[in-house]
Nanobody, 131 residues
Framework: VQLVESGGGAVQAGGSLRLSCAASGAPLEDYAIGWFRQAPGKEREGISCFSNSDGSTYYANSVKGRFTISRDNAKNTVYLQMNSLKPEDTAVYYC?????????????????????????WGQGTQVTVSS
């Protein structure tokens, strides 16, 4: 599976961006999907995940109410709609997928380091939010 993110960029605080993660090589409907981010000097954070095994969705407290994860099976693409952006949202954003049978829940995928082995990462896209 290959994942290619796009949609990152620079935006002012309060603005919006929509990240896309286009997949090739396998249908995303068979995979749990997630968005992660890493800011300079900080650990990678799972911010939003969806598990197709139990239908659950997880959002980190830091983005709850502002970010929305979605999937378009026809386009084999995952999206992250980001609204009310804050300077602390500045980071490199990565999408990741893992076969649904290996993921118990969306929280499991986002909070535990479970993407590897058998999972796939995109190359990342930079999001910069200025105050």
């Amino acid at each position: 599976v290959q994942l290619v993110e796009s949609g990152g960029g620079a935006v002012q605080a309060g603005g919006s961006l929509r990240l896309s993660c286009a997949a090739s090589g396998a249908p995303l409907e068979d995979y749990a999907i997630g968005w992660f981010r890493q800011a300079p000097g900080k650990e990678r954070e799972g911010i939003s995940c969806f598990s197709n095994s139990d239908g659950s969705t997880y959002y980190a407290n830091s983005v709850k109410g502002r970010f929305t994860i979605s999937r378009d099976n026809a386009k084999n693409t995952v999206y992250l709609q980001m609204n009310s952006l804050k300077p602390e949202d500045t980071a490199v954003y990565y999408c990741a997928v893992k076969a649904g049978l290996f993921i118990d829940s969306a929280q499991d995928m986002c909070v535990r380091d479970v993407i590897s082995p058998m999972g796939y990462w995109g190359q990342g896209t930079q999001v910069t939010v200025s105050s």
